[in-house]
């Protein structure tokens, strides 16, 4: 198994240009994550997902959006990308077990936004 | 915010020593995790701890929590060089929703 797998695991984007992360995982999970983790600030959530073509908003949803077509794959957008962005992206998955479960987390995605 | 907070932002030991880190949150939970990540990694979870449980042991790792005092603490015993990473809690409310603290970073000398 894979685990959870992100790509790309860099990019440098100019401000106003768009991009798309994709996450995907291999577990058959049905929540998926988008965090971004700034230094000092640990991660804070920014979309995630209950299942396929479920999305909601977390702490930071802001100028991302998401999609959620198939149960293993889980994107996040920019789509006119600004320097505040500039940050490590991380995707994690879990199962759907009620009140609490472990998540998986992937390698992560450095983002620069100059 | 309703992140939480950890203390030491970062700690430094000798291998074979223990290490402890804290853990504070603001509101009432369901469960409490910690993660550990390791430098350009992704997260890694170490174990997990319900509201009703007051104690857990993994291995080297001790986790405690008091509700009461809205804090958990992880000691990790006998420390390795390998155990040099950043330490997250993250709490759990609703679902499978968590908030993270913004870590503590540990370095075990060897």
């Known amino acids: 198994n894979a685990g959870v797998t992100q790509t790309p695991k860099f990019r440098v984007l100019k401000t106003g240009q768009s991009m798309t992360l994709l996450c995907a995982q291999d577990?058959?999970?049905?929540?998926m994550y988008w965090y971004r983790q700034d230094p000092g600030m640990g991660l804070r959530l920014i979309h995630y997902?209950?299942?396929?073509?479920?999305?909601a908003k977390g702490e930071v949803p802001d100028g991302y959006n998401v999609s959620r077509l198939k149960k293993q794959n889980f994107l996040l957008g920019l789509e006119s990308a600004a320097p505040s962005q500039t940050s490590v992206y991380f995707c994690?998955?879990?199962?759907?077990?009620?009140?609490?479960?472990?998540?998986?987390f992937g390698p992560g995605t450095r983002l620069t936004v100059t | 915010s309703q992140q939480g907070e950890e203390d030491p932002q970062a700690l430094s030991i000798q291998e074979g020593e223990n290490a402890t880190m804290n853990c504070s949150y603001k509101?009432?939970?369901?469960?409490l995790q910690w993660y550990r990540q390791n430098s350009g990694r992704g997260l890694v979870h170490l174990i997990l701890?319900?509201?009703?449980?007051r104690e857990k042991h993994s291995g080297r790792l001790r986790v405690t929590l008091d509700t009461s005092k809205k804090s958990s603490s992880l000691l990790i015993t006998a420390s390795r060089a390998a155990d040099t990473a950043s330490y997250f809690c993250?709490?759990?409310?609703?679902?499978?929703?968590?908030?993270f603290g913004a870590g503590t970073i540990l370095r075990v000398k060897s």
């Open positions: 994690a998955s879990s199962y759907l077990t009620g009140r609490m479960g472990e998540q998986y």
């Open positions: 577990m058959n999970h049905e929540y």
């Open positions: 997902s209950v299942g396929e073509g479920t999305t």
């Open positions: 509101t009432s939970i369901n469960n």
């Open positions: 701890i319900r509201s009703n449980e």
């Open positions: 993250a709490h759990s409310k609703y679902g499978n929703k968590l908030v």
